[in-house]
C-alpha cells in the first residue's frame, strides 16, 4: 500500500499514520519528496485488512494498494491455461468451442431442432435457457423446470453438452444431471450468494462478466468460485455498458486480450448480447478468436421474429451457418480448430 | 410500437410485416413518409408480446415502444407519493429522514455508541450490514447471524427501526423481526429472484439502484416488489459507474428528481456510496434535500479509520453532528421538517 | 512517482530501472515489500518529464504519478476563491448569479424580449449563441456577425453583460467589446490551441466540462487559460456522457463540489444541457445552490416550440420565474445573495 | 419524426400539435392507440428544422426523428466503399495499410531510423506528431514547425506519406505539402470549424472517433468534412472512454463493423490510443482485421522508455515485426493483402 500525505503536515502527523499502518500488520517506510510524503506500507495486502481506511485521517491525500486482488486465477500463481472437461470435450485447450440455441427454451421441437442445425454446423454445446431473468416483470420468464426437461430430452437425443443458466440457488438441485456448464448471467455477476451456492456443484460454469463490472471486478467474481473449491471457471465477455446506443452493449475484446494474459481461465465472448443486434454478430466472432478467446455463446433461432426473447440478436439457421464458414479461416489463423 | 421499415422495400414486405404485427396482437397502421415507412402497431404493449422481434426481419430497420414499461409503480396509475409506515415513522410524508450507521456492525459497542450519538444529531433509523457482499473474497463478509443479534439489542436499547442488507433468500427467515428495512444493495438490484422473496415478507424495502441500472431499470425493480405483493418500496440512489474516478460514483440527482416526478414511491440518496470519500457527503446530502429526495442513507461510524469496511466514506460522529446542522436550513427551503 | 515491479525481477532489472530513474531527473528509492518491489522517485513531477514511460520496461508492472498536475488554479497555491469582475458584477463573491437567455440569438426582438423578463425575475448576465457548434453540418448554425450585433443592442438597451460562446480564434476580434464573458463550449473543451488564443485576450472565460472529461482534464483546461495570462476564468459543470438516457447528460455535482474544495475558481453549473429537458431544470438549480455552485447558466426562450436549436431544454419565461422563486429560499440557507 | 403524447390530452391538444407540426413544414398523422395517442410527422427531416422543439409543449411526452441525420457518408446513398488515393497508394481498397510511427516527432534520426524500420516490416505510411495537443500545460507540446521540417526529409529519403496531426487552421499552410494525410484528433472531433478548414484543403483526412463519441456523431463529423468539398474521409476508431481503467479507452470494435456497413468510407483502427498499453496492441490489431477495418495506425518509437510523450502505448522495433508477423495470416483469412 501507498499512502500519501497532503503538504502541511507534521512530524507527528507522519508517525500518527505510521503507528496505524502498523496496528493494522503492517511496515511503514517513510519517504520525503519535493512536493509529497509517501509513506509505503509493505505486508501482505491480501492477508491483511485494506489501508484504505486510512483515507479517512484528515491528513492523508490518498491511499492506493500495489498488489493484484485475485490470487487462485492469476497467472502469477498458476501460469497454464486451465482446462476445463465437458462431457467428452475439453475447453480451454486449443480447439475453438462454440455454444449455440435459443435465448429461451420454448419448446422440444424448437430445441431439437435448433440443436441439430447448430450441430451440423460445428456448435458441439447447446445453450438455452430454463429460468430467464428479465428486466421487467410483464416479461416471458422461461419455462423453468419444464425447460429443463426439455433440455434434457434434446441432450439424450443429440449427445450435446447443455449451457444453461442459473438464477438462484434453490433451482440448483434440479439443474444438476441435466445442464453441463451453469451459466452466471451479467445480472447476477456480483450475486456473491450464488457464486458460493455455484462453487459448492464442482458443476462448470460459464461466468458474465457483469454489465459494468471492472475486469478486477470480474476476475475477483472467479476467484469467489475458484476459492470455494470449483476450478472449472469460464469467464466470458458480453458488452460493457457504456454511453453508446447503437449496439445494446460495447463489446469489450481488449478485456478479453487481458483475462487471457492475466488469468490463466478460458475465456469466451457472447457476441449476441454484446452487439443485441444479428448484423454485426458474424464480425465480431471473427475479431473474438482473433483476440485470443477459446469460444464463443451464440445465440440462434428457427424463427427470430417469433422468439420468446431477445428475437433481435438471434440468428437464423443459415445465418448461423454462414457464421461458421465465416470464422473457419480466422480459426486457422489463430491456430485454433473448429469441432 | 413504432416499426421504421429500411428504405427498398416493396409493398410485399409491408404486407409481410403487417401480418406479424397482427399475429402478435396488435394493428398496424401504416404510414408511408417521404424517406421511410413507419408503421404504427396499436395495442396495448405491456399487455402483449414486445413487437422488438420484428427487428430480426432484414427489412426493418428499427423497432420501438412507445409505452412505458412500468405500471404500479407510475404516477399515471397512482399519483400520490406512497407513504411508508416503519415503527413510529412514515416515510415518504413530509419528514425528511436520515438513516444513519456504520456500513457494517462490528460490536455491540460499536453500534450502541453509534446509535445514540446519531439519534441526538437527528437520524431517525440506525443502519449497519451483518452480510456483506463484497469485491473480493478475502474481504470482510461480516458478522451474519451474530451481527444481527446485535442490531436487535441495539434496536432494543435505543427504539431506532433497522435498515440492513439482505444478500440471499435463506437468510430472510432471520432478519424479520430485527430488521424494519430490507435493503436491496446495488450488486442485487438485478436479482430477481431475491426480489421476488423480498417481496413476499411485505417489509419496507430499500432499493438500491444498480451500479449501471438506467431508471427505468430500477423502477422496473420497484415494479417487481410491488406486482409481488408489497408496496412498501424506498428507491435509493447511490451513484453510477462513470468514466469519472475522482468519486467512486457518480451521484446521480437528476435521476431523483426524475424518479419523483415519474414515480409515486419515496426516493432516498446514499451520499456515502456515491461520493466513496467523506469529504464531500455533506455537501451532496444538502443538494440531495434540495433536489426532492424524501430521505438519506449515511455511513457513521465511530473510528472510520479502524472500520472493517468502506472507512474512507464513513464519518465521524462530529462530521455527522455537523451534517445536519448544515442540512437543516435546506430542509426548511425544502419545506420538510428534520425529526 | 511510485514505480511497481513485476515479481520475477532480478537486482539488475531494479538497477536498470533505478538508472532510468536518474536519468530523468528523479532520485529513486527502492522498497522490496513482500510481493512487489516499489521505487519511489523523488522529484517535483510538474518540472521533469513523466516517468510513465518507464511502463513500457517488461519488468515495469505499473507507474503511477502521485502530485496534482494542475498547480495555479489549485487552493495549495492559492487559497481563497478567486473573484472575476464583469461589468458592474462580481463573480465568485457571495452573490449568486444567474446567467440566462436562449441558446441561439434569433432576432432582436427575440433578444430583447428575453432579457428583459430574465432581467425582472433575477438575472444578471444574458446569454445568446451567435456561433453555434451543431452535431449536424444540417443544422442551424448561428447567424454569426448579425448575431453579436444583435447582442450588442440589446446589452445597450438593457445594461446586461453577455455571455456568448467562441468556437475559432479568427471569430474572437469581432467578440471582443461585444461578449464580456467568452464561453467555451463541451465541445471544444480540449481544443487547447483555442484556449490559448482565448487567454491571450484577457476576457474573462466560462470554461465548460467536456462532456468526457474528468474533473482533473476540466481543471487542467483552467490552467491553460490561467497559465497563459487569464486568470478570470468561471469553471461550468454541464453534465458528462453516461449510460442514462432519461435525461441527455449527467449532471455530476460531486464535481462541483470536489472543485469547489480543489481549486480557487468559481463554479457555474448549466442544468438545461446537464437534463436536456426543462422539467428538471428547476429542481437541478435548486441543488445546484445548496452544493455549493457560484452561479447558473440557463436557457430561457420566448417561445421554445420554435426555436432554432435545443427547444426542449429551454424555459419559458413564467418557468424561469418560477425557477428563480423556487431557488430563493434555498440561495438563502447556502448564505448567497441573488441579485 | 414521431411525437408522442402523454395520456390526458384534449383533442384541442392534438390539434394544437398538428398545427405546429405544419408550421414547421411537415403533414401530421395521428393514430389513437390504446395507451398513447401518436403523431406520426411526414417530410424529410434533413431539409427541414427538427420537431424536437415539440417536446416543449407540456402535453407532448417525447418525440423522436426516424431518419439517419447523414446522408452523404451513408451507403444508402452511395453503396460503394470510397477509395482515397495518397501517393501511389489506395486506401480504402483489398490492401490493408499500416500507418506506424512516434506519437511525436523528436529528431530527424529518431524518425528515420524509425521509418525506415517500419517499413521493412510492411508499414506503408509514416506518422509522426509536431503539433501536439496535451492535457497538461506542462507536458511536451510538440517540435511544431521544426517537426513538419524533419517529417518533410524523412519523407524525401523514404518516399513514405506521411500523417500527421492539426489542431488549428493557422498550421495548415505549413503542413500541405509535407503531410499527406492530416489528422483530426480525438480531442477535435467536434471542432466543426476546424474540420470546415480541413474540408477547403481538400486533402486526404483521418479522422479519429472523439472519446464520447456516439458512432452518429462520428458520422456526422465525416458529413461535414464531405459536405464541405472533401470526399477523402479514412474514419479511425480509437476507443471510447468507459468506467474500466485497466485499458486507457475501451476499443470499440463493434463501431468498426456498423461503420462499414453503414457508412462508404473506410475505416481504420488505433489500438495504441485504445488500449495506452503496449502489451495489448497486438491482440488488437488482430480483432480489428478481422472485424472489418482497412487499416490500422500504430505507434512505434526506437526507445519507448525515453519518448517525449506516450511512451507506455508505443512499441519497440522487434515489437512492430512481430505484430505485421502476427497480423499476416489474419490479414489471409480477412481476403485482404498486407503491403
Redesign the interface.
Given at each position: 500500500m501507498?499512502i500519501?500525505l497532503k503538504?502541511g503536515h507534521t512530524q507527528s502527523d507522519i508517525e500518527n499514520v505510521e503507528h496505524?499502518v502498523r496496528?493494522l500488520g503492517y511496515e511503514p517506510?517513510t519517504?520525503?519528496?519535493?512536493?509529497?510524503t509517501?509513506i509505503?506500507a509493505?505486508?501482505?495486502?491480501?492477508a491483511h485488512?485494506?489501508l484504505?481506511?486510512?483515507?479517512?485521517?484528515p491528513i492523508v491525500e490518498?491511499?492506493?494498494p500495489?498488489?493484484k486482488?485475485?490470487r487462485m486465477v492469476s497467472r502469477?500463481v498458476t501460469p497454464e491455461t486451465t482446462t476445463i472437461p465437458v462431457g467428452n470435450l475439453e475447453i480451454g485447450g486449443n480447439t475453438f468451442h462454440v455454444i449455440a440455441g435459443p435465448c429461451s427454451v420454448e419448446s422440444y421441437e424448437q430445441m431439437l431442432r435448433t440443436a441439430e442445425h447448430v450441430k451440423t454446423s460445428g456448435a458441439t454445446l447447446l445453450r438455452g435457457g430454463a429460468f430467464k431473468?428479465?428486466?421487467?416483470?410483464?416479461?416471458?420468464q422461461g419455462l423453468g423446470v419444464e425447460g429443463l426437461k426439455i433440455l434434457d430430452r434434446v441432450k439424450q437425443a443429440t449427445g450435446m453438452p447443455i449451457v444453461s443458466e442459473v438464477?438462484?440457488?434453490?433451482d440448483l438441485k434440479e439443474m444438476l444431471g441435466i445442464v453441463d456448464i451453469l451459466q452466471i448471467g451479467a445480472?447476477?455477476a456480483?450475486?456473491?450468494?450464488?457464486l458460493e451456492a455455484v462453487a459448492a456443484t464442482k458443476t462448470p460454469v460459464l461466468l458474465k462478466r457483469?454489465?459494468?463490472a471492472?475486469?478486477?471486478?470480474w476476475l475477483?467474481a472467479a476467484?469467489?468460485l475458484v476459492?470455494?473449491g470449483n476450478p472449472n471457471v469460464i469467464l466470458c465477455e458480453r458488452g460493457?455498458?457504456?454511453?453508446?446506443?447503437?449496439?445494446r452493449n460495447?463489446?469489450?475484446?481488449?478485456?478479453v486480450?487481458?483475462a487471457r494474459?492475466e488469468c490463466n481461465l478460458p475465456v469466451f465472448v457472447d457476441p449476441s448480447h454484446?452487439?443485441g443486434?444479428?448484423?454485426?454478430v458474424a464480425?465480431?466472432s471473427?475479431?473474438?478468436?482473433?483476440?485470443?478467446a477459446n469460444g464463443l455463446i451464440v445465440e440462434v433461432h428457427p424463427d427470430?421474429?417469433?422468439?420468446?426473447s431477445d428475437?433481435?440478436q438471434?440468428l437464423?439457421f443459415e445465418m448461423f451457418e454462414h457464421l461458421m464458414q465465416r470464422l473457419a479461416?480466422?480459426a486457422?489463423?489463430?491456430c485454433m480448430k473448429l469441432a
Open positions: 501507498i500519501v503538504p496505524k496496528e517506510h519517504i520525503k519528496g519535493v512536493v509529497r509517501v509505503n509493505i505486508g501482505d495486502e491480501t485488512a485494506s484504505e481506511v486510512l483515507a479517512t485521517i490518498r491511499v492506493f500495489i498488489q486482488r485475485y502469477e431473468p428479465r428486466t421487467s416483470p410483464y416479461d416471458f438464477v438462484k440457488e434453490t445480472r447476477n456480483m450475486n456473491y450468494s450464488l457483469g454489465m459494468a471492472t475486469i478486477e471486478e475477483l476467484e469467489y476459492k470455494n460493457i455498458r457504456t454511453f453508446e446506443k447503437a449496439t460495447t463489446l469489450d475484446l481488449s478485456a486480450a487481458l494474459q454484446a452487439a443486434r444479428h448484423d454485426l464480425a465480431l471473427c475479431a473474438a478468436i482473433a483476440v485470443g427470430p421474429a417469433t422468439a420468446s428475437g433481435s438471434q437464423t479461416p480466422f486457422e489463423a489463430a
